[in-house]
Structures are given as C-alpha cells and as structure tokens.
C-alpha cells in the first residue's frame, strides 16, 4: 500500500466519525469500515446472499437490506452466531477497505476500525494506531441521544467491546472527547501536524 495508514479506533460512542470527519477537513483521505459495511449489507449488498444463507431470510428487509436490529439481537444472545457473521463479514469488509485505499492519494490516511485491536488483519495494514476516548457515562448518553436505544442496551455493546483500559493501553496515540468540538479540532490538527512530519508520502 503506497500511502501509510493511521488506524482510527474507539468505543461505541466516543467520538470516533466526528474525529475521522475532521481529519477529512483537513484533506486527508479516509476510509470508514463503517461505511463499508453498510454498502455490503444494504440492498443488493455483495455479503447478502451469504448472510441470508447462513441465517434465514428473517434477518433480509423487504428491501433487500439486513435487519440490523434483528442481527444485533441475535448475535448478542448466541456468540456462535456473532463468530459466524464475523466469519463472513469480516474478509468482506477486509477486502473492500483495501480496495478503497488502494484508490487513494494524499499525505497519508485514516482507516476507521471499530473493532481495530480485535482485528489482527486490520492491525497488520496500519503504521500506528490512535484512539478516539471518552468517559463511559459520555459514551453512553451520545448513543442514546442518537439511536434511540436505551441506556442498558448502549451499556451492554459496551461491555461486548474491548475494555476501555485495554484499548488506551494498546493505542500509539489517544485523542480525549470530553470536551467541546474547538478542543478535539485542536487535537486533531496536532496529530495531522505529527503524521504529516511522520508518515506522509514524498512528493513523487
């Protein structure tokens, strides 16, 4: 891969979309696995025929799309069937994410990961890490502002997900989002400055 990636990761809710839309702003190409998922589970998405095939047409919408609701409760009650969706998913996305960045140009990019550090095969693409963080108790009231999904239900993706002391423990870099948008701006256009000395490309 010619340009270096930074892997952008964080818990749900922490900040990580605003942070990559920022680094965006600043004319650095990105890539969200995010995105990509969505384009592979939404109507006529390439991972659709596998997913009803191995789950039943019940998780299909009338459009064509995959019923996230009704896949996310029938992962979290059966971890056979998360490992199973992530088993088809997840070299789709793999492959997608690769393809796009492939595509791209400038000093170097950002690859969003949700999952990233549960995600040897991401990890091995990036050339450092950074970590999105935010206080659980400002993690949980931004999803809920947002999705609509209850305090417990935002409490219990949380607790699917890597610890948060893990993750800060295991990140190169971490961007704080407690505070207002003026003070992760300023964060964010630090690291840019760091990666542009560290990472960027020379000019061909």
Do not use: C, W
Request: proline letters at 5%; charged letters at 25%; hydrophobic letters at 50%.
């Amino acid at each position: 891969m010619a340009l270096k990636l930074v892997g952008l990761t964080g818990g749900v809710g922490s900040g990580k979309s605003t942070v990559a839309r920022m680094f965006a702003d600043l004319g650095v190409p990105v890539v969200d696995t995010d995105d990509v998922a969505h384009a592979l589970t939404g109507p006529g998405g390439a991972a659709m025929p596998a997913l009803a095939a191995a789950f039943g047409e019940a998780v299909r919408r009338a459009d064509g799309a995959l019923d996230r609701a009704a896949m996310r409760d029938r992962v979290f009650a059966d971890p056979a069937a998360r490992s199973r969706l992530e088993g088809i998913l997840h070299p789709m996305i793999l492959a997608e994410s690769r393809a796009r960045l492939a595509e791209l140009s400038g000093p170097y990019a950002i690859l969003v990961v949700p999952l990233l550090f549960e995600t040897p095969a991401f990890l091995d693409d990036v050339a450092t890490t950074l970590l999105v963080d935010a206080d659980e108790a400002m993690q949980v009231a931004r999803v809920v502002a947002r999705s609509g999904l209850s305090p417990d239900a935002v409490r219990a993706i949380m607790a699917a997900q890597l610890p948060r002391d893990e993750r800060r423990r295991r990140a190169d870099a971490v961007i704080e989002n407690n505070g207002d948008l003026a003070a992760l701006a300023l964060q964010v256009d630090a690291k840019h400055r760091y990666y542009l000395a560290k990472l960027a490309t020379p000019a061909q």
